[in-house]
């Protein structure tokens, strides 16, 4: 039977996180749904659970605590640096396990230097696995966005094709969906013949004002959706995309990159191989990495134990850099996961960029880890 | 046992499905006056036949409650989650042709494909503040073919119960998912469907209800031979 109450360990658990530096912040149960779908997409919305108040607006159990801490912090207007803890039930419908299930984490957020915070969360949310699911077989992978996004810059490709590739990091099909066509790309797409003419002549001021009269014909406004601008600017850019063709090298380079899968304290020397062998300029990411893995050392870490994958990450797009997670046993149950996600405070609301980074952990796969012992 | 058999209410749908039936030599006859919602299939005992809407019967198809429905494909698909593990297309009519599309303004003369709208999707809340809408009735279809098959995932469904086609020259969302059999509605709205935006080729199908109970009955098997001996 599945245990809707507190596991045992939460008191100890809670005790440990006071222990962390972290304000615990008191959530409400039922929170506004949009944010949540506004920030994950609407595939979240079949596993959460939704309902309306009375005057029609979405409400739903807290399928989650980093999008309602980061929200009240915003609210409140506080200064950073600040962190917060968390410890409480979430509601999510799943295949697999309870629909309401415990969650605690830490969120930590506008502290500047991020190597130094990267390292906190993954090194607290460690030991905090390392005492409540003291398993012999745990695994620790971590990914990071901000390398695959300077190796993607480093190869040369346009922007266009950059943003596409970012954006289906860590979505491993989507992914190697995009290297397919970059690799061979769709030759039979001709532009329309109504802005054939346009293009052809590089005339961009004739196509969106071509494209704005078309829109007022028929009745489209030019301004509640995709503007003449807007889809002027892409048609022209879509023109380079297309033709864009990764060449043998760089997409050997692309594979090779994705492909890296080394225990952390091999990673630093596997990335400056790498560049060295493709030819690639990233070192500014490779210094990043490098700070991370010396603030990870500093702090005590066994870099052998973390291994890094360089194709780990989470298709979402507030999450920026930092990305790991914690698992246990043969079936990879999944205790801990944390991340950076730099964008989801602006997304939110933000006046200023705030540097975010965080983890929460699953109680009652710990638990199960416990049982098992 | 009585087979309860589900057909559509009202409409060509009706006449058509009643119409194959009679071609399977299943006599459909109405108990009481034309307008009843219960009907008899003639020189078989125990068959009954439920008149009701099309999506209902595909909401009675996924609870059990009937044993076969003449539907659309659409509608099984977008009620039932997993429709698969819960229903059996048995026989597909040739009726009711229509599929589920994926179709923007047409003056977006840079988006073709679903590649093309992922990369619209991507930018949109950096450029309007807001995530693209979706006008749609199709919430499941929309959701597993946006995410699962083309890793899209931010964009909001604005639920529309009618005219969709005419969302996105109101303003009520950027671009639709609708059903479309011939595409003139589309085209007089100034919308075309993407090169990749055919969600599902739909039209009416005999569905059974999974059942245990099924695998002995010779009456089901029956049915099925019948229906699917007429369409020849």
Not at chain 1, 258 to 265: E, H, I, M, S, Y
Not at chain 2, 25 to 50: P, Q
Not at chain 2, 98 to 113: F, L, N, R
């Amino acid at each position: 039977m599945p245990q809707a109450g507190l596991p045992e360990f939460a008191t100890d658990l809670a005790r440990a996180l006071d222990a962390l530096a972290a304000a615990r912040v008191d959530i409400p149960v039922i929170q506004p749904a949009e944010p949540f779908l506004d920030m994950a997409g609407e595939d979240l919305r079949r596993r959460i659970f939704l309902t309306e108040s009375e005057t029609g607006e979405s409400l739903c159990l807290r399928p989650e605590f980093t999008i309602p801490v980061c929200s009240a912090h915003i609210a409140e207007n506080v200064a950073t640096p600040r962190r917060y803890s968390y410890l409480g039930q979430v509601f999510r419908q799943r295949r697999d396990g309870a629909n309401e299930f415990y969650q605690a984490g830490v969120e930590d957020l506008g502290e500047p230097d991020e190597a130094r915070a990267d390292a906190r969360a993954l090194s607290e949310a460690r030991a905090l696995i390392a005492e409540f699911a003291p398993a012999k077989n745990l695994s620790i992978i971590l990914g990071d966005q901000s390398v695959f996004e300077a190796v993607v810059a480093g190869l040369g490709l346009p922007a266009g094709w950059q943003k596409r590739l970012i954006h289906a990091f860590g979505n491993e099909q989507a992914l190697n969906a995009m290297i397919a066509r970059l690799a061979n790309p769709d030759s039979a797409a001709q532009p329309d013949a109504s802005v054939a003419g346009f293009l052809a002549n590089g005339d961009v001021d004739g196509l969106e004002a071509h494209i704005e009269e078309v829109m007022q014909q028929t009745g489209y406004s030019t301004n509640a959706s995709r503007s003449p601008a807007e889809i002027a600017a892409r048609l022209i850019g879509k023109q380079a995309l297309d033709a864009t063709r990764l060449s043998p090298g760089s997409l050997d380079a692309l594979k090779a990159f994705l492909a890296l899968d080394v225990p952390l304290d091999r990673a630093a020397s596997a990335l400056s191989d790498f560049a060295r062998d493709a030819g690639l300029d990233i070192s500014a990411a490779q210094s990043a990495f490098k700070a991370r893995l010396n603030a990870l050392s500093e702090r005590g870490e066994d870099l052998g134990a973390i291994r890094w994958r360089a194709a780990f990450g989470r298709p979402l797009d507030y999450y920026t850099g930092l990305v790991f997670e914690i698992s246990a046993g043969s079936d990879n149950l999944v205790l801990a996961g944390g991340g950076r996600y730099d964008r989801l405070m602006t997304l939110l609301g933000a006046h200023d960029p705030i540097p975010a980074v965080g983890f929460s952990l699953w109680l009652d796969r710990i638990q199960t880890v416990r049982a098992g012992q | 046992m009585t087979l309860t058999v589900a057909l559509p209410s009202k409409g060509r749908m009706k006449d058509d499905a009643i119409a194959i039936f009679a071609r399977a030599g299943l006599t459909v006859s109405a108990i009481g006056n034309d307008r009843s919602y219960r009907g008899r299939i003639e020189g078989i005992e125990d068959v009954e036949v439920a008149f009701l809407s099309a999506s209902e019967i595909a909401r009675e198809l996924g609870a059990g409650a009937v044993d076969f429905g003449v539907t659309g494909e659409d509608l099984v698909r977008e009620s039932l989650a997993r429709a698969d593990e819960r229903v059996e297309i048995t026989a597909r009519l040739g009726f009711g042709n229509a599929d589920v599309v994926v179709a923007v303004p047409d003056i977006w003369k840079d988006v073709d494909s679903m590649a093309d709208l992922g990369d619209v999707a991507a930018d949109f809340r950096t450029r309007h503040g807001r995530r693209l809408t979706i006008a749609t009735k199709y919430w499941r279809l929309t959701q597993n073919f946006f995410s699962t098959r083309h890793g899209i995932q931010l964009y909001r469904i604005v639920e529309s119960l009618g005219a969709t086609e005419g969302a996105p020259a109101s303003g009520a969302a950027d671009i639709i998912v609708d059903i479309t059999s011939t595409g003139s509605t589309l085209t007089a709205n100034h919308l075309r469907i993407l090169s990749d935006g055919v969600i599902l080729r739909s039209e009416a199908c005999l569905v059974r209800a999974r059942k245990a109970e099924h695998d002995a009955d010779p009456r089901v098997a029956a049915l099925i031979s019948a229906v699917r001996a007429a369409l020849g």
